[in-house]
């Protein structure tokens, strides 16, 4: 199993971070037509890359790059049939549907409908009692 850990640490241990940072993620005016048409209630790969970017005084180059190889790697391994797990975040838990005869609602006939490779998240604890709250 590939285990990919983030530490965690008090706000006053890391200067600067996450902990620290006040984090809003609306749009502001000044943002060009791109920002009206992405939903107030979705955050996008651009606004959480520009969310480490800024709380790690990094390039918006280099948090890109750290980021698609993240979620490369993220994919890679759920593809190798093997299961990701980030602590007090979740787990990526590669799984596959059994195939299964189906009937098609218009002629009622038969339709075969394969087996399928699928993803599923679960989500640990202390996800799930952040976002409860």
């Known amino acids: 199993m590939l285990r990919i850990t983030r530490r965690i640490l008090p706000a006053h241990k890391i200067r ?3 902990a620290t940072a006040q984090v809003s993620f609306s749009s502001s005016e000044s943002e060009s037509s791109k920002a009206s048409k992405a939903s ?33 790697a993220i994919v890679d391994a759920v593809a190798e049939k093997k299961e990701v797990s980030i602590s007090k975040f979740g787990a990526f838990v590669p799984s596959r549907s059994k195939e299964y005869t189906a009937r098609n609602p218009k002629t009622g006939e038969p339709v075969h409908v394969p087996a399928k ?14 976002v409860s709250r």
């Not at 490779?117 to 952040?130: E, I, L, Q």
Request: proline letters at 0%.
């Open 40 to 72: 107030k209630d979705r955050v996008s790969t651009e606004d959480i890359v520009h969310l480490v970017a800024e709380a790690h005084h990094l390039s918006l180059a280099e948090t890109r790059r750290i980021l698609t190889t993240t979620f490369d």
């Open 16 to 18: 600067g971070s996450i």
């Open 117 to 130: 490779d699928k993803v599923k998240f679960r989500a640990y604890d202390a996800f799930k009692k952040t």
